[in-house]
Structures are given as structure tokens and as C-alpha cells.
């Protein structure tokens, strides 16, 4: 059973709340503690460290109206006013672009933009304790967007790019302080939420933003806990790893990191018995929302803070999973390895959590065989980070900025107008990273290359600031590496559309181009009652070796750019394939979306002309819009 | 508060142990073969990835990304260099997140066609000078403890390379997605011209298609180039800048000549921050500012990877300068070589800049020659009263002796005055014999001052500075707060404005009633470069009070639209070219995509309007409301530099809308149905877009029959008169019949049946219904057999009417 742990907390001149004072008098950055603990004959002093390095000193409670007064005396009044004015203001240059624009989509836009750009703005100025010119510049850039790009999705990418960016900001500030602020935390997770789940603000009801800032509360209180508990780095890791999960703070997501923070409260015998009773029987409580996943979080509780047999009993419970009459046996591996690329500096830590450790693999192998949702890996995934301790340096370094492009681009392909639910995939995908049990040895290999390059370039302790650099710099040409150039792009900015008046679009290529695959963005209008697989057009390459025709099918290559409207919906028998882009529709109650389908071309050839057609027999109001053609090497 | 920026500077200087002003001293001996070999491995993996990077269909990143690893390889070079200095280095943190910026943005980059996004690559781009502003602003931080407490006698060379890697770094961009415009590809022409052929003649250039070098387009000689009598045809422009770019031509073709050009800007860079100490010694810190404000914003941003005279006019003005104050301290013959070289040059770069070698000659007798005068004077009064005293005259030395000195100045005066007239007449005989004409393609009566209307002296000299296209402050509005700063230096009397009056004034005089006195197709305030490093070191005075509140949020303010219009700039940099119609890219984009006149509320004195005045009163306002007073300093208001920034920024945020709002709810008045926020389904405008001095006639929309102009229209009462100001073109005998619509709602119509010109007809009143466009319609009583045989009717304005 953990015992707590005595937390260093020194009385500020003030109200004796803060811990230490903000980083720049004392500037202190992630794993710092580790790369002093191995320095020989330096001592640990403070910081998110490992549990055994905390040092020892008088507990001060915090008090909330302390804190607000503290806080009040360090922020002049001007500041305060300034950072809820910057986030108006921001929103006011939306709002009015959306008021005078002439196209309705765009306008309703800038209005969904401007509120999200005011709500995240807002959280990332709270997270600091001053404004800085890096915010007040990124306010003055959000502004500008609309002024200076004409229409969707531009907008929305650049949008979410510049508030991940700020966003991060905010976060490296707030991890290079010893313990950061409760309203920092706080502020970052809504921050976060607001821009992965910002979809859920385009025609919100109460419910859904009492439930976005809910579940981002809940998330943040969690993670105060299991870093007062189990270090910041831990903490921290595990919020990322459940945000990248999600994405953001869904219910499963948020309760992945609540339940082990509360089962750590629980067995504190220096809390009261009443108190951990009450959290005891809360562990319980998801089993209402969902048993099966209430289960699996009961055991990564338990895991996380009972007694080494009961971790042994978790652990057996996720093997027993595996072994379960309906399991996916090999597709289960998938979990484990999961865990692995999202968290490989698990394979560098010494064996002091081993059970904790098996017991989130096996855990997560008996989800994975049971449940193809990889969401459901987050709480093994929680468990799994909150054993992190930090001990080597470099490590510890390339694990923060792994976990920081991860969540970052997590964030920013949730986000509008990329608006994946899934979008952990997708990420690795995007970074040449291979797909399946790949990934995990990939992630591995690059942390090998980069702690290894460190070590060879850079003497003591400058290895940990050399290694992030060199994982960025190895991502780069593998990233590259996997994606095929471009040979031709017939249809890039200009949309083309068929229908029965003009069914067939034709381009001749100056010279021959070498073509492997096809690369095509569309949608359908005026097609949710065309069946499923339907054959809707065609693609006909001519090459010298003769025409190859590819075609394109509804409901898999490409679909109704209504598909999330209610009653397109509920068609009967509707189908849309995963979605590329959305937009805003002009009476902004749902996204519009735009389909990118991948034809290979086989065998590859040299393409003299591209021409597409219309299937024959089609229901005449269909529309088929061409966005983007790209002939692929 | 100059005492406290002189002594940080000098408490920084002494903790670094750094003495000396360079920096050098103190610090750990500098290697220099680690820079060669960085710059070495960068030009390299450039080479390498020139070659291996995908050639992408119009993949407009491939030679930007190809220069990446040498401005990395740059970059690690001014770090070690100020490591070695023992400046403070860039934190690990922050050079990580920049790496891992530049490697998303580079990959991104590469994958650009594939993101699905139409502006994917403008804001890529946006994304790249992102990270390089941000690395530039805190490398100047950092380098102010080299400038000591006083501002040294030669700036370190640091204040050369920064700027040119930041202006070197640029070209690629700027190049391929702007190709040479304007007088540049003439000047390239000519470069080309002398390498290959060894002479001026461009006709054989021309005839072969030279141009296609660096050029994706067939250039032809400029209208009214000068021509041999064998059929040569010779460059208005002259021989000095093409022959400077000849050698880096040669050697490695535009992209040679484009990186020297920003070789001299860079250069004209550190000069300027050399000039200063002879203005503001003691102030290290403001002048720092102004130097990076000068040096890394518009305009001298977008002219550093442009090929005009202007730069090197700058050059030769702040050396020129800069002798002039060598040589009225010291008067050595290494100061008046120094001044010579400039005022022999200008007129070679350029014929109208002997105008600033004829300053620079003035500025010197005034500084140089009159004081020793007037001593020469003072003396002989004096030396009869020594005599009456009975006191035997002391023993003088030769340089003591008045008559000697004064000597000692008249002398290189008229050397000097000497030299500029024999150059000015050696250009006038060439010209004479060559062309036949003393002036090149000019004549005489050009040089007349007298024979402008003062309106056109107010229009250009205002234009220069407040036009929303062309002007210095429209390009980058942080440019504003050197009017109080000015306002300062007048109550001072600083010798800075009197340097500027001798330099400025008699350029301007000059310039500014030329009908293109906007400079023609080229960036803003071409005309005005001349002198803007005087004005760029006028900024030092507005910083110093950079700690008060008005002056921190306005210079936020100015500042965040100036970062904004910035990155627009370098990012699309056709957008820097702006036709004089009164409008300009910017607004056009804004006002077609919102429906909004927004044009009618910034200053045109290219077409000039009510709104010409705001230009003047807003800077009246900003140099206002620059000595609010400062909020007190316990208060709990107190205004901290974050919530400064803050609050600018929150202001640049409400006023831009404010603008826009103002725009789309004043009363619509003159509409120039020609811009582009009235919606046209056909006609052309008349008269076309590249006719020559194109600002000498009326802008209009020529409408044919059966197309309509949609205006949109912000009411200003119930019932409104218009006025119709056109002119009619009979392509057959049919009338024109003009239909008027408030929206949909029919208000009435007019027949236009003789061809006529210019007239002005009123229509109405008619009701009015807010909201509703204005829709003009022409037609006719039946479809002309073929196109040309439409009538035609040229709409210049309208103007209506409210009651």
C-alpha cells in the first residue's frame, strides 16, 4: 500500500500557497530533478521527480481565497483587464467579418471560429501568470485570419495550428515550474478540450458545455492529484496519454484518469476512513455507466494503488480476458504495443513498478482482445504512466517531447476542420511511422537513435537538451519517407463539379506522368438515398499501355457532404466513409464534410490524359464536386 | 530612464566582462573555421537537397527548403558567435521548439498539395518567417550588451550578417512567387548584357530572349528607351548598379545579383546603426530598437531581395552622412575620401539622386566649412583688442592657424563641388553625345519646379507618407510613432532633422509633384528610401519613452498590425504592388470578399478623397495622445509591459473592426463602380489595367448591354438622388436603356441614345429601402448579332444623394 507522501511546500511571503515562485525567478524544467539525480553527488532539492527523490518539508493546505488574493496581488489590474479584452477583442474580429461577409458557410464560419478562438485564447492566457508578446501576438494573428483568408478550410487549419501552438506554449511554461498552479492546470485542460472537442460548440445545448468543462475539470483535478501523488512527469504523461487517447476528455478519457487518482486518495490511511470509503465505493460507481468499462477501470485502480496481489490479480484478469471465448487473439497485441508508442520510456525504467507495469500490458491485451475501440486503451495507458518515474534524463526528455508532438497533433487533427475521432492513427501514419506492431518498434528505434546520437554528440549533461533535438530531426526524412511525391495535380484550388448537364471533366498532361495512385477529394450532393458501394463515376487514365479505369464508389470513396445532418442521417441504409474535412454549414447547425479516397493505380504506369465521368444511371440532382486530384508517384 | 538603459547596458557589459564595446574582449578566443564549416555542411545539405527534394508539380517550396540548411547553418553560426562572446544564449527549451518548428513546417511543406487546403502554402510560408521572427527578435535582445553603454565607433559585423541572412533567407521565397518586376529585370538585363556581351546594347538581349534567364515572361524595352543609330537599344536606367551586379551575375546568374542586393542592404543596415552614435551616442538601447524596426520591417524588408537604385542610393546617403559629421570633427583626408566616393557616385546610380550628392556637398560646407568661418571671424574681431592690450600674439601652429583651417575646409569643398560638377557634366555630355539628349529620357522642363500647382507638392509629399497604397505608414503603420518622436527632436532642436532637411527636403522637392510620385510599379515608398534610415534612427527618440503606457500599447498596437501586414507582405509578396486607382490590394480583398467600401475610408492621394485628411489628423492624434500621462505608478492599474502588449493588441483588435463596421455603416455617397467590392457579371475595366500613366484618366466599368452592377449600399435616409457620371458608346443603333434597381424593386431608367462624352445625369429622388444594393442594368431592345455590337456604356461614379 502506498504511503502518502510528504510534500515539499515552502510558505510564500505572501499567503504561504505557492509552492515555489513561477519559473522565471527559478527556472526549472521537466526532469530537471532526474538530470541532477544523475549527476553523481547531487541531491534532488525539488520538482516532479521520482517519488523516492521528494524531499521532505511541512505540508500548507492550500486555500483557495488565498490563492485568488495571491494571485490578485501578482496580476495588476491592467493585466487582468487586458486578458479577458484580448479574448473579446479577438472574438469582436470574428464576429465581425461573419456580420458583413457575403457567402453564408463563411460567415456562419467566422462565427463558430471566433467563438472557439475567444474560449481557448482565454484558457492559455489564464494558464500564465503574465500575458507575455508571444500571447498578444498570437491574439493579434487569430484576429487576422479572417481578414486575410477568404474561406473555409484554410481558416479553420491555421486556427487550430496557431491555438495548439499557444496552448503549448502555456504547457512548456506550466512544466518548467516545480509544481504547477491548480488554475494552470485547470485552465490547459479546458484549453485542450475546447480545441480537440471544439466540434461540440458548433450548435451546443447547456448540456454539451457543462459536459465539455466537466469532463476537462474532472481530467484537471484528476491530475493534480496523481502529481501530488506520483510526480508531475507521471501526471502529466498520463493526462497527455489519456488526451491523445480520447481524443481530448471524453467520459472514458476523464474517468481513465479520475477513478486511479481517487483510488490513490482512497488508500491514503492518513485520510479519513469516511472520506476513503465514500472514494472507495466511487470507484464503483462507472460500473453504472458502463460494466465492461467499468470493470476495466475498477482494475487499472486497483492495479494503481492496492497491494502488490491485487496488481497481480489485475494483471490475471487482463490475461483472463485474453483468453475469453470472443476475444480477437491476435489482434490484442495491438493494446500492449499501443502502450508502447505512446509511452516507450517505459522500456528504460528500472523494474521498481514491474507488476503495475505487467498488469497495464496485460490489461491492455485483454481490452484490445475484447474491444477494437482503441479509446478503451487509455485507462491501461493511465495506469502505465502513472508507474513513470523519470530516472534518466534523456529519456525523460525524448518521452516529454514525444508526448508533446503526440498530443499536439492530436489536438490539432481533432480539431476544426480535420475533426477526426479518432485521430492516434492517423498521427503515426503521419509521421512514416508505420501502421500496427510496426509503430511500436519504429518509436523504439527512433528513441534509440536519438538517446544514442546524444550520447555520441553531446558530453553530460547536454544530452538531454540535445536528444529532443535529434528526435525532430529524425522524424523529419521519415516522415518524408513515407509519402509518395506528386506527379501531377490536374484539380487543386479551383472545385470541379459534375452533374447531368456536364458529366465528364477531362485534362491532357503536357508530357507523360508516372502515376502509382490517385489521390481524390469530393463529395456527393443529393445523395443520401443512393445506396451504399453505388458506382457514382469513373476514372479513366490513359496510358500508353492502355486505359485504366478506377471507379469511385458512394459510401466508401466518397458521400453525401451532408452526412451529419439529422435527417440525412436517418436514412435508412446511409453510409458515409470517414470524413477528411469538414465545414461549417451556411446555417451553421451541422459540419459539412469532404471524403479523400486513395486509388491505387495497378500496375503503375505513365499517364497521358485523366478524364472523369459520371456513372451511368445515377440519379440525375446528383452533384459530384472534385476538390483535389493528385497523381501520385 | 537614460541613465538606468546606460547603466544595465554597462552593468551587462561588465558582468560579461566584456570591456570593450565589440564584445571581444573577455570572451574565450573565436574559431573561426567552426563558422567556415558550418556555413560549409549548410551550403552542402543545400546542394544535396536541391537535388534530391521532389521536383513537385509547382511546388513553389522546393529552392526555399533547399536554402533551409544553409540559414540553419547561419544560424548555429550567430549563436556560437554571441556564445563566444559570452552573450546569453538561446534557452535549450526555446531552440528545441524552433528546430522542431522549422522541421514540422518544412515537412508540411513538402507534403503542402496533399493537405487539401487552397492557402496551404501562403500560410506555410507564414508559419517559416513565423519562427525566423521569433529568433531574430530574441537574438537582438541579446545583442545589446554589445553596444555598450555608449554606441561604439564600428558597430560589431554581427549587425551586417543578421540581416543578411534574414534578407538572404527570404529570396527564394519572395523570387519565385514574385519574379523580377518593375525596373529590376531591366537592371538584370543590363547586368546580363555586360557579362556576356560586354556592352549596353540590349537589342541582340531582346532579340534572343535573354530575359528568360530570370524572367518568365518576354520582356520588352521601356516605353521611350533611349535608341542607337544602328538600331541599339540602350536602358533608361543607369550603368553603376548593373555594373556592381555584374560579378555576382556572372557567378552564380539572378539568384548572384539578388543575394548581393541583399548584401547592400544589409550593409546600408549597419551604417545606419554606425550613423546613429553621431545622434544619439547615449543611447544604445533605444537606438537598438529603432535599428531592428528599420531593419527587419517594411519597407526596407521587401526591398532587401529587390533589385532598384533605392538601396543603394540609401547606402551612399548614410556613408555620405556619416563622412560629412567624420569631417567636420576631424576633417582628415580619410573622412573626405569617405564623402567623395558617395557624392561621385549618386549620380552615376541614378541622374535625379545628384540631388542628394548636391545635399550631402551643402550639408558638409555647413557643418565643415561655416563654423570654421564664423571662428575665422570671431578671431580677426578679437585679435584688435589683443593688439590695443599691448599683448604680443602667441606663437600659432600651422593647424591652429584660423586662416590655415578655414583654408583646410574651402579647400575640399570646392574639391569636392569640383568633382560632383565634372561627374554631373561628364553624364551630360554622354547622355548628349549618346543619346542625344543631355537628360537621358528626360527633359528640362521636368526640372522646373515652379511650374507645379502647390496641390501636387501637398498630394506627393502626403502620398509618400499616409497614402493607404503607396505610403510609408499604410506598409507599416509602426512607422507612426516617428511623428512624436519628430515632434521631440523639433523642440530640441536636434541636429538629426536639420541632417534630414539638408538631405530630405531638396529630394522631395523634386519627387513629390511627379506624377508618379507613388513610384511607379514598385513596392511603397520607393521615393522615400532615400532618407528612411534618417527616419529610422528618428525612432530612437520615440523609444526612449517606450516605459509609459500610451506610448507601450500604441507601439503594441502599431506593432501587431505591422507584424500582421509583414508577414502578408513577404508571404504573398505580389501584394506589395498596388495599381493607382486609389485603392490597394489589401482593401480590395477585404471590401470584394464582405461587400464593403472600405477603400473610401483610407487616404488616396492618387485619387484623392475626403478621407485624405484622416491620414494627417490620425498621426496629429497618435503624436497626441503620446504624452497621455502615465498612469501612477503604485496604482493598481499600473500598466505593466505584458498587459501594455496586451492592451495594444486588444486595441490594434477593436479599432480594425471598428473600421470595417464604420465602413459598412456610413452613408454610401461616391461609389467607384470600378473597385472591387461592387459585383460586376460583365463589362471590363476602362480603360484597361497596364495602360501607360494610367492615374491621368478616369477610372470607369465599362458595362456592356445585358450586364448589371450590383453596389452595395449603406443607407443614409429615406429617399435618395443619384448621380450618374458616364459616357456612352454606340456600337449600333438601338438605344442603351439603363435600368436602375433597389434590389429587385425597379426605380427607373434611362435611354442613352448619342454617343457623347463625359456627361453627368441625375436620376430620382427615388424611396429608398435600407439594405437593398444598388443595381444598374444596361440592355437594349433586342440580342446584338455578335459581341462587338453591343452598346457600351462607361460608368466612371456615382454619387448619391440622401435626403
Given at each position: 500500500m502506498q504511503q502518502r507522501r510528504p510534500i515539499a511546500r515552502r510558505p510564500s511571503a505572501g499567503t504561504g500557497v505557492y509552492l515555489t515562485k513561477p519559473s522565471r525567478d527559478r527556472p526549472h524544467r521537466l526532469g530537471e530533478d532526474a538530470i541532477r539525480a544523475h549527476s553523481p553527488g547531487v541531491v534532488p532539492a525539488t520538482g516532479i521527480a521520482s517519488r523516492a527523490a521528494a524531499p521532505v518539508g511541512p505540508t500548507v493546505p492550500p486555500s483557495p481565497r488565498a490563492h485568488a488574493a495571491d494571485r490578485a496581488a501578482a496580476t495588476p489590474l491592467a493585466e487582468r483587464i487586458a486578458r479577458i479584452a484580448l479574448p473579446v477583442a479577438c472574438a469582436a474580429s470574428w464576429w465581425t467579418i461573419a456580420a458583413l461577409h457575403r457567402e453564408p458557410p463563411v460567415a456562419a464560419e467566422a462565427r463558430y471560429l471566433g467563438l472557439l478562438c475567444a474560449a481557448v485564447l482565454y484558457a492559455a492566457l489564464q494558464a500564465r501568470l503574465r500575458t507575455g508578446s508571444l500571447y498578444a501576438t498570437g491574439a493579434v494573428l487569430l484576429a487576422a485570419i479572417p481578414w486575410a483568408l477568404p474561406g473555409t478550410p484554410d481558416r479553420g487549419a491555421a486556427v487550430g495550428v496557431l491555438l495548439a501552438a499557444l496552448l503549448a506554449i502555456a504547457a512548456a511554461g506550466a512544466a518548467s515550474v516545480d509544481r504547477p498552479r491548480a488554475s494552470t492546470v485547470c485552465a490547459l485542460a479546458l484549453g485542450a478540450q475546447l480545441l480537440a472537442r471544439g466540434g461540440d460548440l458548433l450548435s451546443p445545448t447547456a448540456f454539451d458545455v457543462i459536459a465539455l468543462v466537466g469532463l476537462a475539470a474532472a481530467a484537471a483535478a484528476a491530475t493534480l492529484v496523481l502529481a501530488e501523488r506520483r510526480g508531475v512527469l507521471a501526471a502529466v504523461l498520463a493526462a497527455a496519454t489519456a488526451f491523445a487517447l480520447g481524443p481530448g476528455f471524453t467520459p472514458m478519457s476523464a474517468l481513465a484518469l479520475a477513478v486511479p487518482a481517487a483510488a490513490t486518495l482512497a488508500a491514503d490511511r492518513e485520510r479519513p476512513a469516511a472520506l476513503r470509503t465514500v472514494l472507495g465505493a466511487a470507484l464503483f460507481l462507472p460500473l453504472a455507466w458502463d460494466f465492461e468499462r467499468g470493470v476495466l477501470l475498477a482494475l487499472c485502480a486497483v492495479a494503481l494503488a492496492g497491494a502488490p496481489w491485487a496488481r497481480l490479480v489485475a494483471g490475471l484478469a487482463g490475461v483472463v480476458a485474453y483468453f475469453a471465448p470472443e476475444a480477437q487473439r491476435f489482434a490484442a497485441f495491438e493494446g500492449p504495443l499501443w502502450l508502447l508508442v505512446l509511452l516507450p520510456i517505459v522500456s528504460s525504467e528500472p523494474s521498481r513498478e514491474r507488476r503495475a507495469r505487467w498488469a497495464a500490458l496485460a490489461i491492455a491485451l485483454g481490452t484490445a482482445a475484447l474491444s477494437p475501440d482503441r479509446a478503451a486503451l487509455v485507462a491501461p495507458a493511465v495506469l502505465l504512466a502513472a508507474t513513470v518515474a523519470g530516472t534518466h534524463p534523456v529519456w525523460v526528455r525524448l518521452q516529454a517531447t514525444w508526448t508533446g508532438v503526440l498530443a499536439g497533433t492530436v489536438a490539432v487533427l481533432a480539431a476544426y476542420p480535420w475533426l477526426r475521432s479518432s485521430p492516434l492513427p492517423e498521427v503515426t501514419a503521419l509521421l512514416g511511422l508505420g501502421r500496427g506492431w510496426q509503430t511500436a518498434v519504429v518509436v523504439l528505434l527512433l528513441f534509440g537513435a536519438a538517446a544514442l546520437a546524444s550520447r555520441l554528440l553531446a558530453p553530460g549533461e547536454r544530452r538531454a537538451q540535445l536528444a529532443p533535438r535529434a528526435l525532430a530531426i529524425l522524424l523529419v526524412p521519415l516522415a518524408l519517407a513515407q509519402h509518395a511525391g506528386t506527379s501531377a495535380l490536374p484539380i487543386s484550388r479551383q472545385p470541379v463539379e459534375l452533374d447531368s448537364r456536364r458529366a465528364v471533366w477531362s485534362e491532357r498532361f503536357a508530357e507523360p506522368v508516372r502515376v502509382s495512385a490517385i489521390t481524390l477529394d469530393s463529395t456527393l450532393s443529393n445523395a443520401a438515398t443512393v445506396p451504399a458501394d453505388t458506382l457514382v463515376a469513373e476514372i479513366l487514365l490513359r496510358t500508353a499501355g492502355g486505359d485504366r479505369v478506377l471507379p469511385i464508389r458512394a459510401g466508401t470513396d466518397t458521400g453525401e457532404w451532408a452526412a451529419r445532418r439529422a435527417d440525412v442521417e436517418a436514412v435508412p441504409g446511409f453510409v458515409a466513409p470517414p470524413a477528411f474535412l469538414g465545414w461549417v454549414e451556411a446555417g451553421g447547425g451541422f459540419f459539412g464534410q469532404r471524403y479523400r479516397a486513395r486509388l491505387a493505380v495497378e500496375p503503375t504506369g505513365r499517364a497521358t490524359a485523366i478524364e472523369l465521368r459520371l456513372a451511368p444511371g445515377i440519379p440525375p440532382d446528383l452533384v459530384l464536386t472534385i476538390f483535389h486530384l493528385e497523381l501520385s508517384r | 530612464m537614460r541613465h538606468r538603459v546606460a547603466a544595465s547596458g554597462a552593468r551587462a557589459q561588465e558582468e560579461r566582462g566584456s570591456a570593450g564595446a565589440h564584445g571581444s574582449q573577455g570572451a574565450s578566443a573565436p574559431r573561426r573555421h567552426v563558422y567556415l564549416v558550418a556555413i560549409a555542411a549548410g551550403v552542402a545539405l543545400a546542394a544535396i537537397a536541391r537535388s534530391a527534394l521532389p521536383a513537385e508539380h509547382g511546388d513553389p517550396f522546393r529552392t526555399t527548403l533547399a536554402m533551409l540548411p544553409i540559414v540553419l547553418a547561419a544560424a548555429y553560426a550567430i549563436e556560437r558567435w554571441m556564445r563566444e562572446r559570452r552573450l546569453r544564449p538561446l534557452a535549450a527549451r526555446e531552440a528545441t521548439a524552433l528546430l522542431a518548428g522549422t522541421a514540422a513546417l518544412a515537412t508540411a511543406a513538402l507534403g503542402a498539395p496533399r493537405l487539401g487546403l487552397a492557402a496551404a502554402d501562403p500560410l506555410l510560408a507564414v508559419g517559416l518567417l513565423l519562427v525566423l521572427a521569433y529568433w531574430v527578435a530574441r537574438v537582438v535582445v541579446r545583442l545589446r550588451p554589445l553596444l555598450g553603454a555608449r554606441l561604439p565607433e564600428r558597430p560589431p559585423a554581427i549587425f551586417f550578417w543578421l540581416p543578411f541572412v534574414v534578407y538572404a533567407s527570404l529570396v527564394p521565397w519572395t523570387t519565385q512567387h514574385r519574379p523580377p518586376d518593375g525596373d529590376e529585370p531591366y537592371n538584370l538585363l543590363v547586368a546580363h548584357s555586360l557579362v556576356f556581351d560586354r556592352d549596353a546594347n540590349l537589342e541582340n538581349n531582346y532579340r534572343r530572349g535573354d530575359a528568360a534567364r530570370f524572367l518568365d515572361r518576354p520582356l520588352e524595352p521601356q516605353l521611350g528607351d533611349p535608341r542607337g543609330p544602328d538600331g541599339q537599344i540602350y536602358s533608361r536606367h543607369n550603368l553603376l548598379l548593373p555594373l556592381a551586379l555584374a560579378l555576382p551575375y556572372a557567378v552564380a546568374g539572378h539568384w548572384g545579383a539578388l543575394l548581393a542586393m541583399a548584401a547592400a542592404t544589409a550593409a546600408l543596415a549597419w551604417a545606419t546603426l554606425r550613423l546613429a552614435r553621431r545622434y544619439f551616442p547615449d543611447r544604445p538601447g533605444e537606438v537598438l530598437a529603432a535599428w531592428s524596426v528599420f531593419s527587419f520591417t517594411p519597407p526596407l524588408l521587401l526591398y532587401s531581395s529587390q533589385i532598384w537604385v533605392e538601396v543603394p542610393a540609401a547606402l551612399l546617403v548614410v556613408v555620405g552622412l556619416d563622412r560629412v559629421h567624420a569631417a567636420a570633427v576631424g576633417g582628415s583626408r580619410r573622412a573626405l575620401l569617405g564623402l567623395a566616393v558617395p557624392i561621385l557616385l549618386l549620380p552615376l546610380v541614378k541622374i535625379r539622386l545628384t540631388l542628394l550628392a548636391l545635399s550631402l556637398l551643402a550639408l558638409f560646407v555647413w557643418r565643415s566649412v561655416v563654423p570654421a568661418g564664423r571662428h575665422r571671424l570671431s578671431e580677426a574681431h578679437a585679435e584688435p583688442a589683443r593688439d590695443a592690450g599691448g599683448g604680443a600674439p602667441a606663437a600659432t601652429t600651422a593647424s591652429e592657424n584660423p586662416p590655415a583651417r578655414v583654408r583646410a575646409r574651402v579647400l575640399p569643398a570646392l574639391a569636392l563641388a569640383a568633382l560632383l560638377a565634372s561627374t554631373a557634366a561628364g553624364i551630360l555630355v554622354h547622355n548628349q553625345v549618346r543619346?542625344?539628349?543631355?537628360?537621358k529620357v528626360h527633359s528640362l522642363a521636368e526640372l522646373d519646379l515652379t511650374t507645379h500647382p502647390v496641390e501636387r507638392y501637398l498630394r506627393g509629399l502626403a502620398g509618400l507618407f499616409f497614402d493607404g497604397a503607396f505610403g510609408l505608414f499604410a506598409c507599416a503603420p509602426i512607422w507612426l510613432v516617428a511623428l512624436p518622436a519628430i515632434g521631440v527632436l523639433l523642440v530640441k532642436r536636434h541636429r538629426l532633422l536639420a541632417d534630414a532637411a539638408f538631405v530630405a527636403l531638396p529630394y522631395l522637392a523634386f519627387v513629390a509633384p511627379r506624377g508618379e510620385w507613388y513610384g511607379g510599379w514598385s513596392p511603397p515608398f520607393r521615393y522615400g528610401l532615400a532618407f528612411l534610415p534618417l527616419l529610422g534612427i528618428a525612432l530612437a527618440q520615440a523609444f526612449v519613452d517606450r516605459r509609459r503606457t500610451a506610448p507601450r500599447v500604441l507601439c503594441a498596437a502599431l506593432g501587431g498590425a505591422t507584424l500582421v501586414l509583414g508577414l502578408l507582405w513577404v508571404s504573398a509578396p505580389g501584394w506589395t504592388y498596388n495599381f493607382a486607382n486609389g485603392t490597394s490590394r489589401v482593401l480590395d480583398h477585404v471590401g470584394m470578399h464582405l461587400g464593403v467600401d472600405l477603400a473610401r475610408l483610407f487616404p488616396s492621394y492618387v485619387r484623392p478623397r475626403p478621407a485624405a485628411l484622416w491620414g494627417p489628423l490620425a498621426a496629429a492624434a497618435i503624436a497626441a495622445s503620446w504624452w497621455i500621462p502615465a498612469l501612477r505608478r503604485r496604482s493598481r492599474a499600473r500598466v505593466t509591459a505584458p498587459a501594455g502588449l496586451a492592451l495594444g493588441a486588444t486595441l490594434l483588435l477593436v479599432g480594425a473592426p471598428a473600421i470595417l463596421v464604420a465602413a459598412a455603416r456610413l452613408p454610401t455617397r461616391t461609389v467607384e463602380v470600378e473597385d472591387a467590392f461592387v459585383a460586376k457579371t460583365g463589362g471590363e475595366l476602362n480603360p484597361p489595367m497596364w495602360t501607360i500613366d494610367r492615374w491621368r484618366y478616369r477610372g470607369a466599368w465599362l458595362l456592356p448591354e445585358g450586364e448589371r452592377i450590383v453596389v452595395p449600399v449603406a443607407a443614409g435616409g429615406d429617399l435618395v438622388e443619384i448621380e450618374i457620371e458616364a459616357r456612352y458608346l454606340r456600337r449600333r443603333h438601338p438605344p442603351l436603356t439603363l435600368a436602375l434597381y433597389a434590389g429587385d424593386r425597379p426605380l427607373g431608367t434611362h435611354d442613352f441614345e448619342q454617343e457623347s462624352d463625359w456627361s453627368s445625369m441625375r436620376l430620382g429622388p427615388f424611396p429608398w429601402t435600407a439594405g437593398a444594393p444598388l443595381v444598374l442594368e444596361a440592355s437594349g431592345p433586342g440580342e446584338p448579332?455578335?459581341?462587338?455590337q453591343r452598346n457600351r456604356l462607361v460608368v466612371d461614379r456615382l454619387r448619391l444623394w440622401w435626403r
Open positions: - | 543619346f542625344g539628349n543631355p537628360l448579332a455578335e459581341d462587338l
